[in-house]
């Protein structure tokens, strides 16, 4: 959506509007659609299981191929102490849905080496790429040793026909009961190819990661903003072919797939991996067919990020959130708050997504039973708040959690897809923090489009009341943020915050040490060039112990 220069949240500009919405109905024939559709997604499942589970014995394709199959690059994710998700996919044409090979399964050879030169091979096999998943492949390593840097690499072929991968880097999580000297990760999101190049992530594979938090909008599903750089491969997609064909344009950026052969990743995702906007089965356009869509867009983000078998779709659900630990230092609890999610509050006539409304004309915002993660993943998230013995609980989500209104002759306004329109959402989290005495929490998002620094208040409207976590909320990698303006209003106007800034892209990375956390705001200078400059936007300090950014 673009928002008016006079609107007072610095809210960032996105997709225009496409049009009044037919009107879809309400009530029982709202119900029996879902329940037709999610019946569709059942079969669609279980189809999709059924034809794993067959092609798992089928014969593979002797493989040759007329371009490098190996074109998106290699990646790695959801370290463990003894190991962790190496991942590819076969793609020697990526403007195609099928990437350029018939629909028949291939083996790759794999090998983890302790040495990049792979004279100290420790685990290797072989894996078959199947049609089914678009020849993505992703092997679970075990048996390694904890703390420490790893080299993997895939072949595809034999002989004179092999085709080998680029070499990628990844770390085993620290022992349980080790308490590690260090861990240092980037947090980052929202890379809209059109809006920039990826030169962001050229300069993050030099800042000696242990990780990569990536928080949502991997890819975009929409074209908008000013001055592009360079396009998307055709229209909007709707279908798995569509999906699946920008996803690897995305995955095609050298500076992109240069940091994800570089540290693992561990991601979640936002809105535009499926559709501005959406709340659970609700999109922005209120499309009926909408958990077909979305049955489509999980399918092919999970064929493309280097995540765990047990996160295979089930129709148009995916299991996402989940908890990493890195010994006694760290635990990092990635959440999603788009699958379950209850749809936005007082909505624009005839369509779903986020507007500006004001509170006082909006009773259904405080309603007790509106939840940003449904009811189920904060039971589980309460439950890890409780068990957790970690120095530091890093809590990695989408957005801005810390309250953020304006002022006006109207009223006091709210963005209602933010954490600011669910209030008793975000008082649960912030009271099961409490009740349960979490060591040290850190609230790590994106999705703005702007760098905030604030301080996560027991209350709010209180600015004397308790401070009960720190929050960091990255930037974006390209996409285009609000005028600086609106940031310098909103820091006037709440005391919890201590940065806002919008007119810079880039990243974050933070750096924990048993007894500090040290943050680091880096930014580029152009994103219309692909060689940008690096900077330090600021940095800040926690102390363990002490919520609360300082300065640094």
Same mark, same amino acid.
């Given at each position: 959506m673009r928002m008016a220069s006079s609107n007072p949240l610095p809210i960032p500009p996105g997709p225009q509007p496409r049009g009044a919405a037919r009107d879809t109905g309400t009530g029982a024939r709202d119900a029996g659609r879902r329940d037709l559709l999610a019946g569709a997604m059942r079969l669609a499942a279980a189809s999709l299981a059924a034809s794993l589970a067959r092609a798992a014995g089928a014969a593979t394709q002797p493989a040759r191929f007329d371009a490098d199959p190996f074109s998106l690059g290699v990646a790695s994710g959801?370290?463990?102490?003894?190991?962790?998700?190496?991942?590819?996919?076969?793609?020697? *044409? !990526?403007? +195609? %849905?099928?990437? #350029?090979?018939? &629909?028949?399964?291939?083996?790759?050879?794999?090998?983890?080496?302790?040495?990049?030169?792979?004279?100290?091979?420790?685990?290797?096999?072989?894996?078959?790429?199947?049609?089914?998943?678009?020849?993505?492949?992703?092997?679970?390593?075990?048996?390694?040793?904890?703390g420490r840097w790893y080299h993997y690499r895939f072949f595809a072929g034999d002989g004179a026909h092999q085709a080998s991968s680029p070499v990628g880097r990844a770390r085993t999580a620290p022992a349980p009961d080790v308490l590690s000297?260090?861990?240092?990760?980037?947090?980052?999101?929202?890379?809209?190819?059109?809006?920039?190049?990826?030169?962001?992530?050229?300069?993050?594979?030099?800042?000696?990661?242990?990780?990569?938090?990536?928080?949502?909008?991997?890819?975009?599903?929409?074209?908008?903003?000013? *001055? !592009?750089? +360079? %396009?998307?491969? #055709?229209?909007? &997609?709707?279908t798995l072919g569509d999906y699946r064909i920008r996803h690897a344009q995305y995955r095609g950026?050298?500076?992109?797939?240069?940091?994800?052969?570089?540290?693992?990743?561990?991601?979640?995702?936002?809105?535009?991996?499926?559709d501005n906007d959406y709340a659970g089965d609700r999109s922005e356009d209120l499309d009926p067919r909408f958990l077909v869509r979305r049955a489509a867009a999980y399918r092919a983000y999970f064929e493309h990020m280097p995540l765990r078998a047990a996160a295979l779709p089930d129709g148009a659900a995916m299991r996402?959130?989940?908890?990493?630990?890195?010994?006694?230092?760290?635990?990092?609890?990635?959440?999603?708050?788009?699958?379950?999610?209850?749809?936005?509050?007082?909505?624009?006539?005839?369509?779903?997504?986020?507007?500006?409304?004001?509170?006082?004309?909006?009773?259904?915002?405080?309603?007790?039973?509106?939840?940003?993660?449904?009811?189920?993943?904060?039971?589980?998230?309460?439950?890890?708040?409780?068990?957790?013995?970690?120095r530091w609980n890093l809590i990695g989500q989408q957005t801005l959690f810390s309250q953020l209104t304006a002022r006006s002759e109207s009223g006091t306004l709210v963005r209602t897809d933010g954490w600011s329109a669910y209030p008793a959402a975000r008082r649960r989290l912030i009271d099961s923090m409490r009740a349960h005495r979490l060591a040290n929490p850190l609230v790590l998002g994106g999705d703005v489009?702007?760098?905030?620094?604030?301080?996560?208040?027991?209350?709010f409207d209180d600015a004397r009341s308790e401070t009960v976590a720190t929050e960091f909320c990255a930037t974006s990698i390209t996409s285009q943020g609000p005028a600086q303006v609106h940031h310098d209003r909103a820091r006037s106007e709440h005391a919890h915050v201590h940065l806002a800034e919008s007119e810079h892209r880039g990243y974050v990375v933070v750096e924990l040490k048993p007894d500090l956390c040290t943050t680091t705001l880096r930014t580029v200078d152009d994103v219309r060039r692909p060689d940008p400059a690096i900077a330090t936007r600021a940095r800040f300090v926690v102390d363990s112990g002490r919520p609360g950014a300082v300065l640094d």
């Open positions: 959801a370290p463990e102490p003894d190991g962790f998700v190496i991942w590819t996919r076969l793609v020697p *044409d !990526p403007a +195609r %849905a099928d990437g #350029g090979l018939p &629909p028949v399964p291939y083996e790759l050879r794999w090998e983890v080496a302790a040495d990049e030169g792979f004279s100290r091979i420790v685990a290797g096999g072989r894996a078959v790429a199947h049609p089914e998943l678009a020849h993505s492949l992703r092997v679970e390593v075990r048996g390694l040793a904890p000297p260090r861990l240092r990760l980037a947090v980052a999101s929202c890379q809209q190819y059109e809006q920039g190049y990826f030169g962001a992530y050229r300069h993050m594979a030099d800042e000696d990661l242990d990780l990569v938090l990536f928080v949502g909008d991997y890819i975009y599903e929409s074209s908008w903003g000013r *001055d !592009p750089v +360079r %396009a998307h491969r #055709g229209a909007e &997609p709707k950026d050298a500076d992109l797939q240069r940091m994800h052969a570089a540290a693992p990743w561990i991601v979640t995702w936002d809105d535009h991996e499926v996402i959130h989940g908890r990493h630990r890195f010994g006694r230092l760290a635990e990092l609890f990635v959440l999603d708050s788009r699958q379950y999610r209850t749809p936005q509050a007082c909505p624009k006539p005839r369509r779903g997504g986020g507007n500006i409304v004001a509170v006082e004309r909006c009773p259904e915002l405080f309603d007790p039973r509106r939840s940003m993660l449904g009811s189920a993943q904060e039971r589980w998230l309460d439950r890890c708040f409780s068990e957790s013995a970690a489009h702007a760098n905030w620094v604030c301080d996560v208040k027991a209350d």
